[in-house]
């Protein structure tokens, strides 16, 4: 898939996930026929490897639910997705290397401010810019354990925060706690208190911002 359609296949992977329209999304983003695609599905011995494997990275990265009923949503854009093509080009400034791409800055466009990613052919030589970078050893898993830091220091219940981390624990112990409404709003106030100090420290730096959000909300501050 071209990571210069990073914005385009956020929005196909949030179609419905009907076999017909993510056979001929993923046909028509890689120049095949969508009997190549139905090939690589249902008869994969019938498609030359490079081509095959090429799909099935289209395929995963739009979402495909395989063997889902017509009209059942599909998934979010796939972690792998995120990470590669959003999350680690913000980290880094750079886009991973993938396949037979290399490892390479993210072109921008100036305009509009404060300026959006370059896509489509000629993308590096109509950049005027390119993504500085957030945190270059910065990861998505870093985010969960940060996440978990912080409830941990407002002094969340053990159970709550698994649940909030998507976490099961299977122990007697966790069978016989239960979350109240009173931890779920004491666990909101503390997380909205630490959010609101990072708005106050990030408006002693700037008192606005080129980012819409954010600046509105500094300016409500």
Known sequence: MAT???????????????????SGNVARRNGVSTGT????????????EPTRLKLLEAISDL??????ASGELAAHWRRSGCATWLFRPAATGRYPRRGSQEE??????AEPWPGIPARGRGASERAEACWMPIAS????????????TLMREVGTPPKLMDE????????????????????RQAL?????????????TRRTMSLGSP??????????R
Do not use: C, F
Request: proline share 6%; net charge neutral.
């Open 211 to 220: 980012v819409a959000a954010l600046d509105a909300l500094l300016k409500a």
């Open 37 to 48: 695609v139905s090939n690589v599905l249902n008869r994969p011995d019938a498609v030359a």
């Open 104 to 109: 390479r800055p993210v072109p921008v466009v």
């Open 188 to 200: 909101m106030t503390a997380l909205t208190g630490m959010w609101e100090g990072a708005l106050d």
């Open 164 to 183: 909030r981390m998507g976490h099961e624990d299977g122990s007697v112990q966790s069978r016989y706690d239960h979350i109240t409404p009173g931890m």
């Open 63 to 68: 979402g495909y639910i395989r063997n889902a």
């Open 4 to 22: 210069e359609d990073v914005g385009q296949s956020v929005a196909l992977a949030r179609l419905r996930s009907r076999p017909g329209d993510v």
């Open 137 to 148: 050893g910065l990861t998505p898993h870093d985010l969960r354990h940060t996440h978990k």
